[in-house]
C-alpha cells in the first residue's frame, strides 16, 4: 500500500501558486512583452483559473511588483553564497562571479526582469520605485565593500567607493543587457574576466 502524500497546508498552497504564476508571468513577459501580458493569461498558463492571478494580486503592476521582490530574494541569496563574509577585492570578486552564475542559470528570469524593469521606467512607477530602491542598495553594499578595503589598506586611498560603486553598477547592468540582447555576440565570461582582472589591478594598493 503507498502511503498518501500529506496534503499541504494553506500557506504551502498559496506559495505554489505564487511560484507558478511567478513563473508563467516570466514566461508571457519574455515572449509577449508586459503590456500583452494579462492576469487571465497568468492564471491559466500557470495552470489555475483566469481569476486566480486578479483575486490574489489585483492589478497586474502588484504582480509585476510581488515578481520583482522575488527575484530581488533570490539574487540576494547567491549575493550571499559567494560574496560571504569578504571585504574588498574578495567581495567585487564574488558579485562578479555571482552575477555570471544568475545568468547563466535564471537566464530567463533575467530576461523578463530587464524587460520590466525597462519597461517600468514610463508604465509601472510602482515597480520603477523598487528597482531604484534596489540600486541604491546595490551601490551602497559596493560603496561598504570598497571602504573596508581601503581601511584594511588593499584598495588605493585615492578610490572614491560611491563613483565606484555607480561605475560597477552601470558595467553589470550593462553587460547583462548586451549579452541578453544578443548572447552569441558576447563571451560573457571573457569580458567578465577581463573586467575583473583590470578592475582589480585598478583599485588595488599597491605597497
Not at 166 to 174: D, L, P, T
Amino acid at each position: 500500500m503507498t502511503a498518501e502524500k500529506p496534503r499541504l497546508t494553506q500557506v504551502e498552497r498559496t506559495a505554489l501558486s505564487d511560484a507558478r504564476m511567478f513563473e508563467a508571468a516570466m514566461h508571457l513577459i519574455v515572449t509577449c512583452g508586459t503590456h500583452n501580458t494579462t492576469l487571465k493569461d497568468i492564471g491559466e498558463k500557470a495552470g489555475y483559473s483566469r481569476g486566480l492571478a486578479s483575486n490574489r494580486f489585483g492589478s497586474k503592476e502588484t504582480l509585476f511588483n510581488h515578481l520583482v521582490r522575488d527575484f530581488n530574494e533570490k539574487w540576494a541569496s547567491e549575493l550571499r553564497r559567494f560574496v560571504g563574509n569578504n571585504t574588498g577585492l574578495s567581495a567585487i570578486e564574488g558579485a562578479l562571479d555571482a552575477v555570471e552564475f544568475f545568468l547563466l542559470n535564471r537566464t530567463m528570469q533575467m530576461q523578463a526582469m530587464y524587460i520590466l524593469w525597462f519597461e517600468s521606467i514610463s508604465s509601472y512607477p510602482v515597480v520603477r520605485h523598487r528597482l531604484a530602491a534596489n540600486h541604491i542598495a546595490y551601490r551602497r553594499d559596493t560603496a561598504r565593500w570598497l571602504a573596508q578595503g581601503i581601511a584594511a589598506g588593499e584598495v588605493r586611498p585615492s578610490v572614491d567607493p560611491g563613483s565606484f560603486a555607480v561605475e560597477f553598477s552601470a558595467f553589470i547592468f550593462g553587460i547583462v543587457y548586451q549579452w541578453l540582447a544578443s548572447s552569441s555576440g558576447i563571451s560573457l565570461h571573457t569580458v567578465l574576466q577581463h573586467y575583473r582582472q583590470n578592475t582589480i589591478a585598478r583599485l588595488r594598493h599597491s605597497s
